[in-house]
């Protein structure tokens, strides 16, 4: 293993574009020397060539300039390594995901791609981790038709990858009687609507000009991306936003509510926090910038970052606000080297003061201070819960996000009944689970039986811990930037950690797991208490001493480590941690407590004992037939597991003794 020395430092809406925009004052374009996908996008005509020729051409592939401006509409071209063939062409295919603000699925859009993943996919869908879905594995000859399926189905892909505005997330637990829940859900949809691409071009290449579904967005909306401000749109173009060139980078944003991470809001390159008064009335938004995972392979001037608090806004302000930040990185932001193009590069090398000052030269106002916060509390929303208003909901955990039929694990079978039974509309999480909503209290029982029959598990403490809190990406075979497995990988490594955490009596340990097959950080490994990166082929970097509610970022600990080796390497960081941990201490919080200094000199000088293995569920006690079956009766009418109530049986016989 080789050690590292040291770290570096809405609901989808389709509406007409408008293109009369009134304005103050044009922004600049880039005029320096730019790398050549600048050049794509500004010779693109607004993101329709070359690509539109293209797929009007009998080929299997899009050429590289067509495959750059296929990502702004939400596809990737894939190769499938797996079936790579000397001599032969690459078993190309692509993957289309979906821009959905805050994680909204609709039963009608869940169909749709349930269908289409059977059609013209792989047989499965994908929860990404920033709560869209994927479809993998269409061919060029169907790219078509799945898109106007989506599109047509109140979905879109338009701006789900690319050098602009992401998906924005959300909390995405359900609440009707918390109105803080409610303003995160809202401001994520306007604010996906304010940053969502104008060009025509989507809706020409796709679905021959016809907009499909048209719905009016709030007229605040159009009144502030209408509204110029001191220099924050362009002047009679597609893109009063944008401009021909669109952003450096990809441009990620989120919503949340005091307290709750369940989106990893230190991750984005905007996030607003929702500050409401007493009464549930909506004051503004605290706002953090400049977060970002993506690192490049070997280039250490790359890093992780987490966002700072830049201030406090009010609500009338946070429009503006957002065009701010926007146009701040757009003129301003690296088109040089796109590795160095993200936000959070601009804020490091000018500083949080001078970033600010620019974002408040284009908001035109101070920005006032970050109020304070209660601490943030990462959530899985796994389970059965009240919404609020007599409706229920239900988290289910998905391993990997992987939608999926396999052996006696039928995932995608138990959704599809479900929502062909009870057209149920979704929220999909930024740990790449699920949540049912708008639940009768009356169905409950038919969606557990559906859950039970296709081997389902609803209870979130039946759910293995180590794969309750951990992430992958999908890496190989599909992703051209994989360097090592991910996905495939994780569920084998995670039964291996688990084994060495029993053998040391440390059994219901939670650890916040991630890994990706490359340093881009999709799972956002370097938010967890261990990170997984792939560095080569079987090796990963590995870092230590994230928190468990991503507040923390992770460092570098082992620059490669072999898969081989994991056990070794594992085990005594795992001793030291069960010998020196203070109360409610995680591995994660220990690891930085204690420092990578310390860690290494109890490794170097540990010395592994011999011990008998302990098998998991070792202990066993017999008991009469007759008392089995009230037992496993009991089970079934409580819906908890047998071991449960005789753990409670024995507690309360000891209790009394």
């Not at 600048?38 to 495959?67: C, G, M, Y």
């Not at 869940?110 to 479809?135: A, K, M």
């Not at 790449?432 to 559906?450: C, F, Q, R, T």
């Amino acid at each position: 293993m080789e050690r590292i020395t040291e770290t570096p430092a809405r609901k989808a809406k389709l509406v007409p574009h408008l293109i009369f925009i009134a304005m103050v004052k044009t922004p600049v374009s880039p005029t320096r020397k730019v790398s050549k996908l600048e050049k794509i996008k500004e010779s693109s005509n607004f993101l329709r060539e070359p690509l539109k020729t293209q797929l009007l051409e009998d080929s299997s592939h899009f050429s590289e300039d067509a495959v750059q401006i296929l990502k702004f509409h939400g596809s990737y071209q894939q190769d499938n390594r797996d079936n790579r063939a000397k001599g032969q062409e690459k078993d190309y295919q692509f993957m289309l995901r979906t821009r959905n603000p805050g994680g909204f699925i609709p039963a009608q859009l869940y169909s749709t791609l349930d269908s289409l993943s059977d059609e013209y996919g792989n047989h499965t869908l994908r929860v990404t981790t920033r709560q869209g879905f994927q479809v993998h594995g269409i061919l060029k000859q169907n790219l078509k038709a799945a898109i106007a399926a989506i599109v047509k189905s109140m979905g879109s892909t338009l701006g789900a990858c690319g050098d602009l505005n992401r998906n924005v997330m959300a909390p995405p637990a359900p609440y009707k009687n918390r109105p803080d829940y409610q303003y995160a859900w809202e401001y994520a949809d306007n604010i996906a609507d304010l940053l969502r691409p104008q060009t025509n071009a989507y809706y020409e290449i796709w679905l021959d000009g016809e907009k499909a579904i048209s719905a009016e967005e709030a007229p605040e909306v159009t009144a502030a991306r209408q509204r110029n401000g001191n220099g924050t749109v362009f002047e009679e173009t597609e893109e009063p936003l944008y401009g021909q060139h669109y952003m450096p980078r990809k441009f990620k944003c989120s919503v949340t509510v005091p307290g709750d991470n369940s989106i990893d809001l230190y991750t984005h390159d905007v996030s607003l926090v929702v500050m409401i008064d007493d009464s549930g009335q909506l004051e503004g938004f605290n706002v953090l910038t400049g977060g970002g995972m993506g690192r490049t392979h070997n280039k250490e001037e790359t890093f992780p970052r987490l966002a700072d608090p830049l201030g406090y806004v009010d609500k009338e302000d946070v429009y503006d606000l957002i065009k701010a930040i926007l146009a701040t990185q757009r003129d301003y932001g690296d088109r040089t080297q796109r590795r160095h193009a993200r936000m959070k590069y601009l804020i490091e090398d000018w500083g949080l003061d001078k970033f600010k000052a620019q974002v408040e030269t284009y908001l035109g106002k101070t920005i006032e201070p970050f109020k304070p916060l209660p601490d943030w509390q990462y959530q899985d929303y796994l389970g059965w819960h009240e919404q609020g208003d007599g409706q229920l909901f239900l988290g289910i955990s998905i391993e990997n996000g992987r939608v999926k039929d396999e052996g006696s694990f039928q995932l995608k079978t138990a959704l599809k009944k479900i929502t062909d039974e009870y057209a149920l509309p979704m929220r999909l999480t930024a740990n790449h689970n699920l949540i049912l909503y708008e639940i009768d209290p009356e169905h409950k029982a038919g969606i557990e039986s559906i859950l039970l029959h296709c081997g389902i598990v609803t209870e979130p403490e039946r759910i293995d811990s180590l794969t309750r809190y951990s992430m992958a990406c999908p890496a190989l075979p599909t992703c051209g930037l994989a360097i090592t497995e991910s996905e495939r990988a994780l569920p084998g490594i995670l039964d291996r950690i688990q084994g060495v955490l029993n053998n040391l009596g440390l059994e219901g340990e939670k650890i916040v797991i991630r890994m990706t097959g490359c340093p881009n950080g999709c799972a956002r490994p370097y938010m967890a208490e261990l990170g997984f990166v792939g560095s080569a082929p079987g090796m990963y970097q590995i870092w230590l001493g994230g928190d468990p509610n991503q507040t923390q970022l992770a460092q570098p600990y082992i620059n490669k480590l072999a898969d081989q080796d994991i056990e070794k390497f594992l085990e005594p960081l795992f001793v030291y941690f069960q010998q020196e941990k203070i109360e409610q201490e995680s591995f994660g919080q220990f690891c930085h407590r204690v420092g990578f200094e310390a860690l290494r000199s109890f490794s170097e000088t540990y010395k592994p004992k011999k011990r008998r293995r302990v098998r998991k569920n070792q202990h066993r006690v017999s008991i009469s037939d007759p008392m089995f079956a009230q037992l496993k009766q009991a089970s079934q009418a409580e819906n908890r597991p047998m071991n449960h109530i005789v753990q409670e049986a024995l507690k309360a016989y000891f209790g009394k003794q």
